[in-house]
């Protein structure tokens, strides 16, 4: 069963447990869908509410926006676990002759890059719902107003874990063009999203 379908308790269990998986990936995966699900219960508590029906607009396409990245997220944080999987599978491969360590090392390499591309791709919808949570602020059901700063903050550690999971994966990385890539990409999603997080926590809390 996929770790999107189990209850709380189960995943918080499989999380403390010896297992290498789940782990901080998949947290950071979760942390943003609930970010990303708060800003969708705003829009759902803001929509048909005649006192912001000039945001109607916005909100509508908000709450659209909102369910495609929380559940784009969950799909990260079942695939983060998921791929982890091949790792495994090559800490299992032989290594007695020179043939075979070579055939674990060009392994261990695809591993590596297959678990870059989820936590680089949980930075990208962090930041695009981040995007979507600044663009709302000031515009939405002031009684839930709060909400949307912990929209921010669990979107901020979302992509601060994932960004630590891009890093210690392509740390091991022999191929310069992917690792530039990759680091470029990151810290740019990294940079943005952190000037964001922060601007709507403040803007929230000043208006609280």
Not at 24 to 29: E, I, P
Not at 80 to 94: S, Y
Not at 141 to 160: F, T
Request: charged share 25%; glycine share 8%.
């Amino acid at each position: 069963m996929k770790l999107s379908q189990i209850t709380n308790t189960e995943f918080s269990e499989k999380l403390a447990s010896d297992a290498p998986a789940p782990g901080g990936g998949s947290v950071a995966a979760l942390s943003a869908s609930l970010g990303a699900a708060l800003t969708h219960m705003v829009a759902a508590l803001t929509t048909g509410k005649a006192k912001y029906a000039e945001h109607e607009e916005l909100t509508l396409s908000t709450l659209s926006k909102a369910n495609d990245l929380r559940a784009k997220l969950l799909d990260c944080m079942d695939r983060d676990t998921e791929i982890f999987g091949q790792m495994e599978a090559v800490f299992k491969m032989p290594k007695a002759t020179d043939d075979e360590k070579k055939a674990r090392r060009d392994a261990m390499q695809q591993a590596l890059k297959a678990c870059s591309v989820v936590p680089l791709e949980i930075m990208e919808y962090s930041h695009e719902a981040l995007v979507m949570t600044s663009n709302y602020v000031g515009k939405s059901n002031a009684n839930a107003a709060s909400d949307l700063g912990v929209a921010a903050l669990m979107l901020e550690a979302g992509i601060k874990g994932a960004w630590l999971n891009v890093l210690i994966n392509i740390g091991g990385i022999k191929d310069e063009a992917f690792v530039n890539e990759y680091k470029e990409k990151g810290s740019d999603f990294l940079e943005k999203s952190l000037v964001l997080a922060g601007k709507i926590y403040e803007e929230v809390k000043a208006g609280l």
